[in-house]
């Protein structure tokens, strides 16, 4: 081992955590097969019916462990202050504290393993190393399918001391004694006492997404909770675009769309996670950081996500979904017929009368991009691609229009932070209740939002992209969704990218810039006008209580909050008090 500093790094956690074997690994398929032959064995993980599921698996976690844990989540910087009113914070003296505690000997009898890991193109001046270290094989497999992992990190690495060092450790899972601590200053995360996702593979939510955002305000980019596509037009015209929705809103559907448009086609560079840097030539450009997806099973199905159907046929590893007779993953909204009988994610026998669902709402698939037929050959591009528009959205069943464009950069940043959001199953928690998340990173900005708020505005400038906002989940009286979306979804980005080129013209109203109706194409779909008119409706009234409410979420961030913002803020109430005369 080469790298001292790794080295010195990894012989202090186990000293501390004092595991009975030290594994480092290479990332490679030998290790791969062993690792999940052992978990298999163990009864750790199930391996599915081979000759339809060649080499895919299901992993049960533990019932207190099915997602993110927003309350036990920290960012642990010198200065409170620093980390905000939307971040739950602890000092990080207290946090090192707390957590050693619950390390030391927590490795005792197990195996530890050290995972290094690239996050981004190999060979990228944008890609960054991290090294976690964790008890857990299901995590090591999970990253090698999430990242680039093993020699490959180390070779990025060299005697480089610049990287991410993170320790997991499942510990004894209660969530009193759970704890998923960031230190922005050192570049450190510590994670006890989960196995989950979010909380656990540190690649993705912890560093690539808390601490890449502070380095990227340092180093002049941005770290985003975002999707990226490609769209070619039928005109041959090629365009990216990147767009931030919280967890469990169709990130991944939109990623992997399959056009219901003639002549549109849709490739697919990442479906979470986006590093934007401004470019020589005034445009932003995004990476992928990860390799691999972690997609929200529940409602996937050959219709709603045809490519990622066909994605997780091999290859995958399968969390809290349910398993058939004939072994066989399962999950609610995968088919029309419900089987009679299953295994629900627990484990446990299951028939429809028992009125739960046999998948957890938060049940994952976790399968390569490389396994993705929409996969863009882009996804290892060094330098990234060409962002031509940003969408920001959420679940809104009232207020927000399917979409709308933003007058500027700075309106556009106003958006992305007053965003609102129904929370969903993907943290722990009320479901279905709105909650501010700007920009979809409530959960996942390493510092003051109020600073990220600025850092974004230092962003504006003549090539940028366009910024929107959408929302496919709005509902009629009725509670039935307005917008068919999945494939559908083309017929928005149309509007988008015809505005991008400028070819279309746009309404101009209080909350920006809205399409005509008759320019939102609904060639060969069930769409009455009336329904189009309500899906595009601005209710002057209702928005105004939304800015108030919006008024006072941007007022928790005091004097952090940027000057522009609150410009914005008062623009907005004054364009829906006072609306030009039509
Ligand atoms: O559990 S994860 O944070 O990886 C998934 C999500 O919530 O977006
Ligand atoms: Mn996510």
């Known amino acids: ?45 199930i391996a599915l019916n081979e000759k339809k599921w060649p080499n895919s698996f299901l992993y049960r976690s533990h019932p207190n462990d099915v997602a993110r844990t927003e309350a036990q989540t920290f960012i642990c910087s010198r200065d409170k202050a620093d980390a905000g009113p939307t971040n739950n914070w602890m000092s990080p003296a207290d946090a090192e504290t707390r957590v050693y505690a619950i390390l030391r000997q927590a490795m005792r009898g197990r195996t530890m393993y050290v995972v290094p890991y690239l996050m981004g193109p190999v ?31 180390l070779d990025h690495l ?18 009193e004694r759970r704890y998923i601590c960031h230190f922005p200053e050192t570049s450190t995360i510590l994670s006890v006492g ?15 997404l808390r601490l890449a955002s502070v380095q990227g305000r340092r180093e002049n980019w941005l770290a985003e909770h975002m999707l990226i596509l490609g769209v070619t037009t039928p005109a041959g015209h090629k365009h990216y675009v990147a767009a931030a929705f919280p967890s469990a809103c169709g990130k991944t559907n939109l990623a992997l769309l399959v056009s219901a448009l003639p002549g549109y086609k849709v490739e697919t560079v990442g479906d979470d996670i986006c590093w934007l840097h401004p470019g020589n030539d005034g445009r932003l450009w995004a990476v992928n950081p990860e390799a691999g997806m972690f997609g929200v099973a529940p409602g996937t199905n050959t219709r709603s996500n045809p490519n990622a159907m066909t994605s997780v046929r091999q290859n995958a590893i399968f969390t809290n979904v349910a398993l058939t007779a004939d072994g066989s993953p399962w999950w609610e909204g995968l088919d029309d017929e419900v089987p009679g009988r299953l295994t629900d994610w627990r484990g446990l026998g299951w028939t429809l009368e028992k009125g739960e669902p046999a998948a957890h ?11 993705c037929p929409s996969m863009s050959r882009e996804m290892d591009s060094t330098r990234g691609v060409p962002i031509s528009a940003i969408l920001f959205g959420g679940r809104r069943a009232r207020l927000a229009p399917l979409v709308y464009e933003a007058f500027n950069w700075d309106h556009g940043v106003y958006v992305g932070a007053t965003m609102v959001s129904e929370t ?55 509670g039935k969704f307005l917008w068919p979306g999945y494939g559908e979804n083309i017929r928005v980005l149309k509007w988008i990218l015809d505005r991008v ?24 779909m069930l769409m009455p006008a009336n329904r189009l008119r309500a899906l595009l409706d601005v209710d002057r009234g209702t928005w105004l209580q939304e800015a108030e409410r919006n008024g006072a979420f941007l007022e928790r961030f005091g004097d952090r909050l940027p000057m522009t913002l609150r410009r914005e803020h008062g623009a907005l109430i004054r364009r829906l008090e006072f609306p030009p005369a039509a």
């Open 1 to 45: 081992m080469a790298n001292q500093a790794l080295k010195q790094w990894v012989d202090s956690i186990a000293k501390l955590a004092t595991p009975d074997r030290i594994v480092w690994c290479n990332g490679s398929a030998e290790e791969d097969l062993a690792l999940k032959k052992e978990l298999v064995s163990a009864g750790t993980l």
């Open 123 to 153: 060979g990228s001046p944008c890609s960054r190393v991290g090294v976690e270290i964790t008890d857990s094989p299901y995590v090591v497999i999970s990253m090698r399918v999430m990242t680039r992992m093993g020699q490959i990190a």
């Open 158 to 175: 060299g005697d480089g001391t610049d990287f991410v060092r993170g320790v997991h450790c499942t510990a004894d899972l209660h969530p």
């Open 194 to 208: 989960s196995g989950y996702g979010g909380n656990a593979l540190l690649s993705k939510k912890c560093h690539s």
């Open 361 to 371: 709402p938060n049940a994952r698939f976790t399968v390569s991009l490389r396994e």
């Open 424 to 478: 969903t199953a993907a943290a722990n928690g009320d479901v279905g209740v709105p909650r501010n998340d700007p920009m979809a990173m409530l959960p996942f900005c390493g510092y003051n939002m109020g600073d990220y708020f600025a850092h974004w505005l230092t962003f504006a400038g003549p090539k940028r992209p366009k910024i929107f906002h959408v929302n496919w989940f709005r509902k009629d009286n009725d």
């Open 501 to 524: 080129e400028d070819r279309v013209s746009a309404i101009d109203s209080p909350i920006g810039r809205l399409p005509r109706s008759t320019d939102i194409d609904t060639s060969n």
